[in-house]
């Protein structure tokens, strides 16, 4: 994986020139990706990446270890001041986010839908969390080789729905820049800062459970001085963290912990937005169902209610042909089910 390795240095020794300017990384990182020079097949890239992972002894510093983004994603450098990533998408798509980081990304292998969304603030409803509306998109096909800025915080809104098994995505990244805060947004337009479970707030969690061994009471009192005191984005992290069973919970923990959080937060005027957003995704079409490009495609705009006309812009589809294949895709879905 020379060339990956080389991509790094050269990155790093040109940010270096500008004494590791924020404000230029975004450019550096996107000339960068568009004069590396990549050409492998997707077979030549399983092989190399392989042999890659066995013969290192250890890793870089790894940017996300679980499947939460990219499956695997792979960090190849890591400095701690930027990052070269590599993700590797089999089934998901990303959310609509913006991003705590700038840099770029290009596509190696597969082709993604890029939805950019200009999403004006409605509601501020806490530091952390507000309403806002994602009713203006634009999209754009991507295909190989071709590379997206990401620019910081909430200049790019945007989400990246990988068409192609496997899509690869290859980015240079910013980390560390504390000032910068990503944000998360539901498909009702709820915006939740994202936050990171800490690893002290988690043994709280683990110490919360042993003490519902010991007795309701004290647990009860241990949960609302720690839980409670925090910003509403970081419980709602705990919430989605513990409800999908990210942490190593019993049945009753689980119950008590997010029956307490929804009891807190349920008569808010944004927690509507926040259940039916969930609500919603239950009853969508599991695009991943699907193996060619065009039927995810017309899966995910029939989930989320674009235009089907809107594909037409990208791709040279008629749309009596578009039609059929929403049909189709509709009828597969529901059969499955």
């Given amino acids: 994986m020379k060339i990956f390795d080389d991509l790094a240095a050269q990155v790093e020794k040109e940010w270096l020139k500008t004494e590791n300017n924020p404000d230029v990384f975004v450019e550096l990182a996107t000339t960068a990706l568009r004069k590396f020079k990549y050409d492998w097949a997707i077979e030549k890239f399983d092989s190399e990446l392989k042999d890659?992972?066995?013969?290192?002894?250890?890793?870089?510093?790894?940017?996300?270890?679980?499947?939460?983004?990219?499956?695997?994603?792979?960090?190849?450098?890591?400095?701690?001041?930027?990052?070269?990533?590599?993700?590797?998408?089999?089934?998901?798509?990303?959310?609509?986010?913006?991003?705590?980081?700038?840099?770029?990304?290009?596509?190696?292998?597969?082709?993604?839908?890029?939805?950019i969304f200009h999403a004006p603030t409605v509601q501020n409803i806490a530091e952390d969390i507000r309403l806002v509306d994602l009713s203006k998109i634009e999209f754009a096909h991507l295909k190989q080789n071709d590379v997206q800025e990401i620019a910081a915080g909430v200049d790019l809104t945007h989400r990246?729905?990988?068409?192609?098994?496997?899509?690869?995505?290859?980015?240079?990244?910013?980390?560390?820049?504390?000032?910068?805060?990503?944000?998360?947004?539901?498909?009702?337009?709820?915006?939740?800062?994202?936050?990171?479970?800490?690893?002290?707030?988690?043994?709280?969690?683990?110490?919360?459970?042993?003490?519902l061994v010991r007795g309701e009471e004290l647990a009860d009192q241990f949960l609302n001085s720690f839980l409670f005191g925090l910003n509403i984005s970081t419980q709602i992290h705990v919430y989605e963290a513990v409800a999908s069973g990210g942490l190593d919970l019993n049945e009753n923990t689980v119950g008590r912990l997010t029956e307490s959080i929804v009891t807190r937060h349920e008569k808010?005027?944004?927690?509507p937005a926040y259940e039916k957003a969930h609500l919603d995704q239950m009853n969508e079409i599991r695009f991943e169902e699907f193996q060619k490009p065009l039927e995810r495609m017309v899966a995910h705009f029939k989930n989320c209610g674009y235009n089907l006309a809107e594909i037409q812009k990208l791709d040279n589809i008629s749309l009596d042909e578009l039609n059929r294949l929403a049909k189709w895709v509709e009828a597969t879905s529901q059969a499955d089910q």
């Fill in 52 to 115: 890659w992972l066995i013969d290192r002894s250890a890793l870089p510093h790894q940017m996300s270890v679980h499947n939460t983004f990219g499956q695997p994603s792979i960090t190849f450098f890591n400095n701690g001041r930027f990052v070269v990533d590599l993700y590797i998408w089999v089934d998901f798509d990303t959310s609509i986010h913006s991003h705590g980081f700038r840099g770029a990304f290009r596509l190696l292998h597969g082709e993604s839908l890029q939805e």
């Fill in 160 to 211: 990246v729905v990988h068409l192609a098994n496997p899509t690869v995505t290859l980015c240079i990244k910013t980390i560390n820049e504390p000032d910068l805060k990503q944000w998360n947004y539901l498909s009702t337009g709820l915006a939740i800062q994202k936050q990171n479970l800490s690893d002290d707030l988690v043994k709280k969690i683990y110490f919360y459970q042993y003490l």
């Fill in 268 to 271: 808010s005027k944004w927690w």
